[in-house]
């Protein structure tokens, strides 16, 4: 069976309603947390905003609200798309890379932080932002909080800096694989719960087995699909953009070469 498909995601949730979890968002995480099990749902829109449609859909269909976060760039920032997961009843945040945007700038980053964070107010009353990885970039997106406050925003959280991950278990679907932390460059989170999963319906049965954490914080990105033209691609794009970025660890020529195609990717897209 084919996994990271819509089909795969709801038996993913399914699981977790059925072993007594509740579901709730990033904010309220921050505010009011649920006492017992619960799982928060992020969903780091970096492409691809109408398949986040699709998951916020899936998700309403079982009651769930979820936290998405979106991109300033055209390819995130799909004005109907917000909207519309916003009317669905889910969480909306800002997920910023103003400093890589602003190469290393911080007081141009922090203006750019101010309008943009605006902007997606306009549609919600934005209370969190997470960083993009911005891997590509020498930059690191949350360095811009090393001379400022989230509070002197109005934000209540940012998931790498206010959550406690040997408190909460951290999981994430980046490069098509709940194990590839490996291929991440900055969105990366240490803990100490010695879980390992690689494909969902792995983690599905830890959920039956009740091995499953009793608190969790689950990044899935927007490469869900259930369009096997699009799943084909994207599987392949990621398999490629898996290993240059292994490589690019250690070999400069790489990843300069790495940064090079993934700016003219992006360019195309805009
Ligand atoms: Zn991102």
């Known amino acids: 069976m084919r996994d990271f498909t819509l089909k795969s995601y709801q038996s993913l949730l399914v699981a977790f309603q059925r072993a007594g979890y509740q579901f709730q968002t990033f904010e309220e995480m921050m505010s009011q947390p649920i006492e017992g099990k619960s799982v928060v749902m992020r969903h780091d829109v ?53 400093l890589a945007l602003a190469e290393g700038d911080e007081k141009k980053a922090i203006e750019t932080f101010k309008v943009n964070l605006s902007y997606f107010r306009k549609y919600y009353p934005v209370k969190s932002v997470c960083m993009h990885g911005s891997s590509t970039s020498k930059y690191d997106n949350r360095s811009l909080w090393k001379n400022h406050a989230l509070s002197d925003f109005g934000l209540v959280g940012e998931p790498y800096m206010s959550v406690d991950f040997d408190k909460v278990f951290y999981l994430t679907d980046t490069g098509y694989a709940w194990d590839g932390g490996k291929f991440a460059t900055r969105d990366i989170v240490e803990s100490e719960f010695g879980l390992k999963f690689h494909l969902t319906s792995q983690i599905v049965d830890c959920i039956k087995a009740g091995k499953f954490p009793e608190k969790a914080l689950i990044l899935a990105h927007t490469l869900w699909t259930d369009s096997l033209v699009q799943w084909y691609g994207l599987h392949l794009r990621e398999f490629f953009r898996n290993n240059l970025k292994l490589m690019a660890k250690n070999n400069r020529f790489v990843a300069k070469f790495y940064g090079k195609i993934v700016n003219f990717y992006w360019k195309k897209c805009e």
């Open 46 to 98: 970096d492409e691809l905003a109408w398949n986040a449609l699709k998951m916020a859909q899936l998700e309403k269909k079982h009651g769930i609200r979820a936290t998405y976060f979106f991109r300033i760039v055209r390819q995130s920032n799909v004005p109907e798309v917000i909207r519309q997961i916003i009317e669905l009843g889910h969480e909306v945040g800002y997920h910023y890379e103003d």
